[in-house]
């Protein structure tokens, strides 16, 4: 038989019990902390028609940047690369039936097929949360607060991170104000989503030679100050309103480090008013955590009538990466409250049946049938990060009263089955 | 632009707040009684390398039965139809690092390429619990009873399902008593494990031809009664005894709903010894639930040391197939506790500050900002299977004493936001 690599598929990771206990704790809190505001989970599966993606992003980028092939039906399917053309589908597919406003959530896996030299990712996990059916500015800001919610219920300081602000609609007034062609604005967006990956020089060269410089040099101007921006949109411009308002309303509920920025793009072509980004400010980690926006229109390409939307994702490395930088993950600990230890085979049933009346109290129980000396029974535990053991002997079995150890702090007690329910019961708390 | 379908992909399943409601139920208790007896969950990827199943099931049954594709780095990638070499591969990676016994759990998502008039679904969840590096029985009391523990968590009761339990090693003494070629016994096996899909007449004709009629009248003399079977086998034999000992330590353990059927052959090839399978009662659904067994030599395939191996798999539709059977699934409701409407947008301050008091107690709490009149904003509530609503006019900001509504029982009460917070706390737990 030819020996078979125990390697993971490129750019997919293995999670072995540490790796998803911390994943298990990014879900848990987030969970925790979205659901604080009302929103239910939804699911459904990575298997997706190809057509969903290509009515917005087009066939070449569905083809070339995710996972598509043909089924034996000769179905074009696609490993979904996003959740929001999911989660539209599925409110389009019940829109009669749904009550709006929709509080909604998931945290699915998304695929994408990155060239390997780049390093990324080709399958992550993201949290989804979207709020459909509500036109005014208090949807934004209740999106933008969940965020800010989740970062603060890991732990995290405001001045570990900001949230930047920016309205689509205040590029495409300037857009406006210059008389830029389709084409114009299209690239124009592309670079400034792009400012900051080039140079100063690089990108003043590539923004003259897409409107000429003398528009290029009055724009960079008009976008180096807010206060400039905001003077040249006028008090009662729609779009700089909007900005402005909701910096306030944010402001009322506890959000304060927020930040108008008014070269935000976002990448995705979907957004239609406010958009929003995440942004570490720890000088080893200061990039993007993740963002969101206003898309309005998604529900277009099923026929179905236009519903106002908000949210975000926020995938599971850049968390991940922001709680290592901050040192906000907690250490690994086992299920395993305790490991029950045996000096011989023939005290396992007393060992069987102690476990039986600690898990009745929902404590998590290992009983060791190693067939090892007790010695290696205790190390297994102390290796495999179980806080406690017991030991049990002839004399326990007679006796009923256990020796615990904290295999943390070497402390040993004499307890009673009770009294263990009592001190792993608090322990876990 | 043309009108895209709301349908999901063939054979897979949209989960909508019910659905998901279901779904984390059923592995919220699963995760639970897997734990009591310390288990840790791992977790991969579902792109699997396409060579991990072609090693143990064939070139043609993958492409076959499974979705595989290749990349553009020319790998064969496949979509991961079972777990089982996964595991084996995560622990042939680490074997020297890894401390045994191992008591590994994880939920991962199945895909599997059915045709589609079969109906049976491409995608489904399925817990795996495994135990790594034991040789005794006592591994597979301890798996056995945790499939047991898992059932009896959900509110069933042991005359619900049954446990039946094989050893393979017997079917293989009696092949070897038969004198059976390796070709005849695998034809043998085959024809047995589907036994309960064809008539006895069909069943006995096929016997006689692939080993001839006179050991095939015998060996199914044998088969028709386990008091037979195990005086034919003597009462030394070994895997007559690994039977009848493992029978009796789960009854020790308190698992009495056991039945040794000498023709349970599970589908896997992998198996080695001991399998059994978990079989409703109830005469509507009076199938399979799920099963499992040992697999000692699964780690071959690596090159890696033998480590003596068992588990079993549990899927999401068949579970919940079981608990609906037997009215064992809760009601859905909302992850909000507690709707919060006002009267006018004037109260929305308010609103919002009531709800964040709510939440730093840990409760759910969403804010209507539906722009709707106040009852409509009930209705919302109530057709979210929210169960509490509070609300909010000009009287309650002066006095703080809230008016709070359950909608089941249409009981009101005046409360302060602390008794708000003794009332759901109380009512949620």
């Known amino acids: 038989m030819t020996k078979i690599s125990t390697e993971s598929y490129k750019g997919v990771r293995d999670f072995y019990p540490e790796d998803k206990f911390v994943q298990n704790y990014i879900f848990k809190k987030i969970r925790q902390s979205v659901e604080l505001f009302g929103y239910v989970e939804y699911d459904a599966s990575i298997l997706e028609s190809a ?108 001045d570990m991170f900001v949230v930047k602000i920016n309205n689509r609609k205040i590029i495409d007034a300037l857009y406006e104000h210059f008389a830029l062609t389709e084409d114009e604005r299209y690239r124009t967006s592309k670079l400034i989503d792009k400012k900051n990956k080039v140079t100063q020089e690089v990108y003043t060269q590539a923004l003259g030679e897409i409107i000429g410089e003398d528009k290029a040099t009055e724009l960079e101007r008009i976008l180096s100050s807010n206060e400039r921006l905001l003077a040249h949109l006028g008090l009662d411009n729609a779009a700089a309103k909007e900005i402005v308002d909701l910096i306030e309303l944010l402001s009322q ?124 029974q205790l190390k297994l535990a102390s290796k495999q990060h179980i806080p406690f053991v017991i030991i049990i002997g002839e004399d326990e079995v007679k006796s009923q009263i256990y020796s615990i150890k904290n295999l943390d702090t070497g402390e040993e007690q004499k307890l009673k089955a009770e009294e263990i329910i009592q001190l792993l019961s608090k322990s876990h708390a």
Chains 1, 2 share one sequence.
């Open 51 to 158: 057509e969903l993606y290509k009515a917005k992003s087009g066939e070449e980028i569905v083809n070339e940047q995710t996972y598509t092939f043909t089924d034996r039906g000769d179905r074009e399917v696609t490993l979904r690369p996003e959740m929001t053309p999911t989660i539209a589908r599925m409110i389009a597919a019940r829109q009669k039936e749904l009550v709006f406003p929709l509080r909604w959530y998931s945290v699915p896996n998304l695929f994408r097929y990155e060239k390997p030299q780049r390093g990324r990712l080709r399958e992550h996990w993201q949290l989804n949360v979207d709020l459909f059916g509500v036109e005014s500015n208090e949807a934004d800001t209740e999106v933008i607060s969940i965020a800010h919610k989740i970062l603060r219920d890991f732990g995290a300081t405001e």
């Open 253 to 376: 509920r506890g959000v304060t480090n927020v930040e108008f920025s008014p070269t935000l793009m976002r990448g995705f072509d979907y957004y239609t008013g406010i958009v929003f980004e995440v942004f570490d400010t720890h000088p080893d980690n200061r990039r993007s955590l993740f963002g969101g926006g206003r898309y309005n229109d998604l529900l277009d390409i099923f026929g179905a009538q236009k519903i106002p939307a908000v949210g975000f994702g926020m995938g599971d490395v850049s968390v991940k990466d922001f709680l290592e930088t901050h040192s906000l993950l907690p250490a690994y600990t086992h299920s395993a409250q305790v490991h029950i230890c045996t000096l011989t085979t023939l005290q396992r049933p007393s060992a069987f049946s102690l476990a039986d009346t600690l898990r009745a109290d929902g404590l998590n129980v290992s009983v060791d049938i190693s067939g090892k000396k007790v010695g290696d």
